[in-house]
């Protein structure tokens, strides 16, 4: 029985199969065609969630996820088994690991070839990053949606929360929604001590479902601020382009904070500066958190992710990537909405 780890090729099918059987029955449907007991599943009504969780009982014996696959390309059109026969493929990746051993490292350098930028760009930074990041990091939380799930969201001054439309999307949501702070692991891995927070949508409550986002105000607690203990992060008009590093502070999962600092690099901006297209790793629970770049400047509001297609491109042609509201964008329509 081989297992299979939670990895991007992994990442895609989910996103894909939650794209293709969106709804709840559907994917229960799949899940009996594929002779896996149903009853070990706990199906959830959001799409993401649902196959993330239906993937992570599959993944423990990899033929559970092929059976998957193979009942889904029966019942798809071409250009979906295509997609679908790729993410097979992709599966062999996931199960093959390279030993380092196995490399030959005989062949002679000489001082030239030890002291060199070996990408496009340099990933030398100041040690300060690190100190930076971790005062960044105490403005974003966890939102707790109760039954409904969970998202992340940041303080952006005057104990404002921004988070995205689709986690908090009226006053009746953020009336009945948490927000914790320092809710993350210790250094020995144990569980910090949380600090939650009420949320006052009769105090202020802006959004967006076009732009996805919403902004709500905290309520203070025993008369203080969450922002005076927590902090916030500053917004200002910022110009990413391709190819620039990002970082993403989140509670993928709705699991404690989490920093994704591998691999991270922007691949496209539409020419209107509203979206931003990334390659940073997140997870349901994500949605809400800012997109920094390495000077810890927040360039985008992350909402969502999976097969994305570029403006003005092949519009046959996906690309699997991550994606945020433009800060830019955002910040213009904080100020429409009288939020200064």
Same mark, same amino acid.
């Given at each position: 029985? !081989? ?19 969106? +709804?709840?029955?559907? #994917? ?5 065609? =594929? ?20 993937? *992570? ?6 033929? %559970? ?33 390279? *030993? ?22 340099? @990933? ?5 990053? /690190? ?9 974003? !939380? ?5 039954? %409904?799930? &969970? ?22 949501? !953020? ?10 692991? @210790? ?16 105090? /202020?409550?802006?959004?967006?479902? +076009? ?11 025993? &008369? ?19 190819? *620039? ?14 920093? !994704? ?19 940073? +790793?997140?997870?349901?629970? #994500?949605?809400? &958190?800012?997109?920094? +770049? ?39 329509? /904080?100020? *429409? =909405?009288?939020?200064?």
């Amino acid at each position: 029985m !081989a297992t299979l780890v939670w990895d991007n090729n992994l990442i895609n099918l989910r996103d894909l199969l939650a794209d293709l059987y969106w +709804d709840r029955s559907e #994917s229960r449907r799949i899940v009996q065609q =594929a002779r896996l007991n149903a009853g070990l599943i706990a199906f959830n009504d959001s799409p993401i969630n649902n196959w993330h969780i239906i993937l *992570d009982r599959a993944r423990q014996d990899a033929a %559970c996820v092929d059976a998957i696959i193979d009942v889904a390309i029966g019942e798809q059109p071409r250009s979906k088994q295509e997609l679908l026969a790729r993410a097979k493929e992709h599966m062999l990746l996931n199960l093959r690991g390279v *030993d380092i051993k196995d490399v030959n490292w005989k062949h002679p350098l000489d001082s030239v070839q030890l002291e060199q930028i070996t990408g496009k760009q340099s @990933t030398l930074l100041e040690i300060s990053f /690190l100190e930076q990041g971790l005062q960044r990091a105490k403005a974003v !939380a966890r939102i707790d949606l109760g039954e %409904c799930g &969970s998202g992340s969201g940041f303080l952006i001054g005057d104990d404002l929360l921004l988070t995205n439309n689709h986690v908090l999307e009226d006053k009746t949501q !953020a009336r009945a929604a948490k927000v914790q702070f320092n809710y993350q692991k @210790t250094l020995r891995g144990l569980n910090a001590s949380y600090d939650e927070y009420d949320l006052d949508p009769d105090g /202020l409550f802006k959004t967006s479902k +076009d732009n996805d986002w919403t902004v709500v105000r905290v309520k203070p607690k025993q &008369s203080k601020l969450a922002g005076e203990k927590w902090g916030s992060l500053r917004l200002s008009e910022q110009h990413p382009k391709a190819n *620039d590093f990002t970082i993403i502070i989140q509670h993928p999962g709705g699991g404690p904070k989490q920093i !994704a600092l591998y691999h991270n690099v922007i691949t496209f901006i539409d020419s209107a500066n509203r979206f931003v297209q990334y390659l940073t +790793d997140t997870l349901p629970g #994500s949605s809400g &958190s800012p997109v920094f +770049d390495t000077d810890w400047n927040v360039i985008a509001l992350h909402h969502s992710g999976g097969w994305l297609r570029e403006q003005g491109k092949d519009p046959g042609r996906e690309f699997y990537r991550n994606e945020g509201i433009h800060i830019n964008a955002v910040i213009l329509g /904080l100020k *429409d =909405a009288g939020v200064t």
